[in-house]
């Protein structure tokens, strides 16, 4: 080959290889972004299982009561209460940290509503909503002012 020949592939390869190696290579890191999303959003709901496991060990709590009201409760009761909501509040920080942003994108937006489900779900029980200020004390302030408002909007609905 000549001299002229092996200027123009390389000037090919420089116009038409380079920009399809760049593309490539974002569709690459896009693909890996989304796979390390889900592997936390998988982990954060294996994590809730393992909470939903620990709430039956310990059914005579009656964590998941459809009662209005409070449940009575020993002294004892009462503390392994604090310490599973404490468990649950500590998980539904880790996936606002994680999960939550503004303007999330659909598979985003999908993933955290089930976490936000969730969240509902608990803050319509009154035995949590009632220790909820003594529960995020501490805690990230723009995850409790969120849980805070999820909390008022269920006492208001």
């Known amino acids: 080959m000549s001299l002229e020949t092996w200027e123009l592939l390389s ?3 420089t116009v038409v290889g380079l920009p399809l190696a760049i593309l490539a290579y974002l569709y690459e890191q896009r693909k890996e972004r ?3 999303e889900e592997e936390v959003y998988q982990l954060l709901s294996d994590n809730y299982q393992d909470f939903l496991k620990v709430v039956l060990a310990h059914a005579d709590l009656k964590l998941f009561s459809a009662t209005p009201r409070l449940p009575d409760l020993s002294d004892e009761q ?3 209460m604090m310490l599973i909501f404490g468990m649950l509040i500590s998980l539904f ?6 999960l939550y942003e503004e303007g999330l994108s659909n598979d985003k937006l999908r993933r955290w509503r089930s ?8 803050v319509r029980r009154e035995a949590f909503r009632a220790q909820l200020p003594e529960l995020v004390k501490g805690e990230d302030p723009e995850f409790v002012t969120y849980i805070q ?3 008022a909007g269920e006492r208001a609905g």
Not at 93 to 98: D, G, N, S
């Open 78 to 80: 009462r503390e392994r």
């Open 115 to 122: 976490w936000e489900d969730y969240m509902r779900e608990w």
């Open 93 to 98: 920080e880790r996936a606002y940290l994680l």
């Open 149 to 151: 408002s999820l909390a």
């Open 11 to 13: 000037y090919v390869v």
């Open 34 to 36: 989304a796979n390390q």
